[in-house]
């Protein structure tokens, strides 16, 4: 057994072929979280969750995806319809659906300045919007005792920052930070998530020197193929590509890799 411990499963690149995506992870054995970043996705975790033996589901609103005049949403069409100006949080609504015994984390929810307005005073308020809503939704993980699924994007030093004031249990998604940020998110006693993002950019420092038993695997699909797969699409299966390339790394075993990360999951997220 291995867990993908971020994917999503919920989006529309699997709308025409669910049943048989669902079908090759239960026979790889292959666990999977599905991670919402608005109310229409995460609804759609907490179904596909509720319908599939090994299906678990995080709800959450994206930084990206909050109600905002500083900046102009950019759209993905793989996460469904949604208002051009953004979701507005509805906590209750969300803590509704949390009711569901296949609810694992609150997430994907964070801190993602990689497009910023272009005034100073505007970033600020920006700024200042994503940490009320991360803010927010922690209060939430906290009140319902979920751990967090950590979106952070040119965002770490601020993130760390609310992370001292206001600390929680959680997971640092699709990490790229440097090895530095990496120490300062292990002495909150935080986790790491390792994908596909590690073919893009450098974090093989991370990689190597950090706890075996603080960290989790993830595709993030459909996003970040793996190197060395031909696909279209990145699917839960594909988790075992990420397995094999964390172990070539650190220099130990594949069968270390996934067993270490599949109960750091089973730690975390209850499962």
Known sequence: MIIDSHAHLNF??????????????????????????????????????????????????????????????????EEGGFSPKGEEFDGEEYKRICKSEKVVAIGE????????????????????????????????????????????????????????????????????????EAERYLEMGLYLGINGIMYKQDIKETIEKFPLERLLLETDSPYLIPKGIEAERNEPCYIKQIAKDVARIRGISFEEVIEATSQNAQNLFGI
């Not at 995460?42 to 995806?65: C, D, F, Q, R, T």
């Not at 801190?111 to 100073?120: S, V």
């Open 109 to 180: 929810i964070g801190l993602d300045f990689y497009y910023k307005p272009k005034t100073k005073i505007r970033i600020e308020k920006y700024k200042s919007e994503q940490s009320d809503l991360l803010l927010k939704q922690m209060k939430l993980a906290k009140e319902l005792n979920l751990p967090v699924i950590f979106h952070c994007r040119k965002a770490h030093d601020l993130l760390i920052a609310i992370l001292k004031k206001d600390p929680v249990l959680g997971v640092i998604h699709c990490f790229t930070g440097t090895w530095q």
């Open 12 to 77: 529309k690149s699997f709308e025409g072929d669910l049943k048989e995506v669902l079908e090759r992870c239960r026979n790889e054995q292959v666990r999977v979280i599905n991670v919402g970043t608005k109310l229409e996705t995460s609804k759609k975790a907490v179904e596909i969750a509720e319908n599939n033996e090994g299906m678990y589901a995080s709800v959450g609103l994206h930084p990206v995806h909050m109600i905002t005049e500083t900046i102009k949403i950019r759209m993905d069409e």
